[in-house]
């Protein structure tokens, strides 16, 4: 992709601890066009998260951080050294999962809204701020936002908590928008609203989007391409609508097998699909196939890597199988 805004290439990260590495990450690439929405999506310990933390350098001290290439806007970024922390609250903002968590206790929602944009604006007012901030709370939908700004995080509503840690990422103006697990814990309608703010925001910023999410049906919403991710491992990617389609990955078909049918939820007869056996050993990987071990479709080749493909489609795969 020409007109990039993120290329990542090879990106890997491990934890020592006990004299054993655990590698997490093994290997991602991920490249994110200007405007483009991409889909992270995984079973929980997958990785997606640990991802959006390396961009950010978030992730714990005792991570080891490696990448053959990574460019953002045009910029080549050392992930290892710890360079990804200026573009964190600047140029690339995150949207966290657990907004309860995200937010202090300890401060009104306004000082905090303030507070976030002190990065990217260092010499504006707070009066100035506080305005910014107020329009941008009532413009993802937080009712009376001017007394609002005046509240403290427990007299909010998960949903509305939500709504204002997107404000806060969208205040800084960020050219990347990470949002991680962006629905979780929310019911069936407050999901839906913050999906509708999601989308959108898409409509009206220029800003590109990261979506990490174990839901294949959130990633259709409001995602262009997705990228499957399996035990640390890239194991299908492409656009959207052709892998949700026509999955080409056993691993793919798998989850797109355990998402629940909305208008079958109160069939007491609907079977709830799972997938067989557990991840993989991040300590001792297998040398094969890393799906092998729960692979329906496996055979006695996937004890060694398998190849990776490319579809007409424009789907990427790392299987045995040359055709799904």
């Known amino acids: 992709m020409t007109d990039a805004l993120l290329v990542i290439e090879k990106l890997s990260v491990s934890y020592r601890g006990g004299g054993r590495a655990a590698h997490v990450l093994d290997g991602i690439d991920i490249t994110i066009g200007r405007g483009q929405s991409v889909g992270l999506v995984g079973e929980s310990g997958s990785g ?27 910029r080549e970024t050392n992930f290892a050294t710890g360079e990804a922390t200026a573009l964190r609250g600047t140029d690339i903002a995150m949207i966290f999962q657990d907004p309860m968590t995200a937010l202090n206790p300890m401060f009104t929602i306004g000082s905090q809204l303030v507070d976030i944009q002190r990065r990217r604006f260092p010499k504006e007012s707070r009066r100035k701020l506080w305005a910014r901030a107020e329009a941008v709370l009532a413009d993802v939908g937080v009712p009376d936002a001017a007394g609002r700004m005046h509240c403290y995080r427990h007299e909010f509503s998960g949903g509305m908590r939500q709504r204002v840690v997107i404000a ?14 962006p629905t979780t814990a929310l019911d069936a309608t407050i999901e839906a609203q913050v999906v509708e703010v999601l989308r959108r925001l898409r409509q009206r910023t220029a800003a590109s989007m990261l979506v990490v999410s174990h839901s294949m049906g959130l990633i259709a919403e409001l995602c ?27 691993y793919t078909r798998a989850l797109l097998a355990c998402e629940i049918d909305p208008y079958a939820a109160f069939d007491p007869a609907q079977d709830l699909a799972t ?30 890597k398998p190849p990776h493909r490319q579809a ?6 790392a299987c045995w199988l040359e055709a799904a």
């Open 168 to 181: 806060m990422a969208l205040l800084v103006e960020p050219k990347l928008l990470i949002a991680d697990e």
């Open 48 to 74: 997606k998260s640990t991802v959006a933390f390396a961009m950010l350098g978030l992730l714990a001290g005792n991570a080891e951080v490696s990448a053959r290439r990574a460019v953002f806007d045009g």
């Open 312 to 317: 007409s489609s424009g789907q990427a795969y």
């Open 275 to 304: 997938i067989p056996g557990s991840v993989p050993d991040l300590v001792r990987r297998p040398a094969g196939c890393i799906f092998a071990a729960r692979c329906p479709a496996r055979q006695d080749h996937c004890t060694c």
């Open 224 to 250: 262009d391409s997705v990228v499957v991710m399996y035990a640390g491992t890239v194991v299908e990617s492409g656009p959207v609508r052709a892998v949700l389609h026509r999955p080409r990955h056993p």
